[in-house]
């Protein structure tokens, strides 16, 4: 495994871990006693969803870049 596909899967899995702890943290703060952390905490759910998200994307297309479908790719 190359280090930039390690850097990119280790920071999707922060992403990710950071989109659990929000939607733990949402489940405990409710809209009813605290409107103000539940939005925060859905803030920090989706930013945290998106970031995992984003680093998978970038990873895979960059590996679709660097070995095409004949197996002769870009060296980057």
Do not use: N, P, Y
Not at 56 to 68: D, G, I, P
Request: charged residues 15%; hydrophobic residues 50%.
């Amino acid at each position: 495994m190359r280090r930039r596909e390690m850097v990119l899967s280790s920071l999707a899995i922060l992403g990710s871990f950071i989109g659990g702890s929000g939607l733990i943290l949402l489940t405990i703060f409710d809209t009813k006693r605290h409107r103000s952390l539940h939005r925060l905490f859905l803030l920090v759910f989706m930013l945290g969803v998106a970031l995992s998200a984003g680093f998978t994307c970038l990873e895979v297309c960059l590996k679709a870049v660097c070995h095409s479908f004949w197996g002769h790719g870009l060296r980057l």
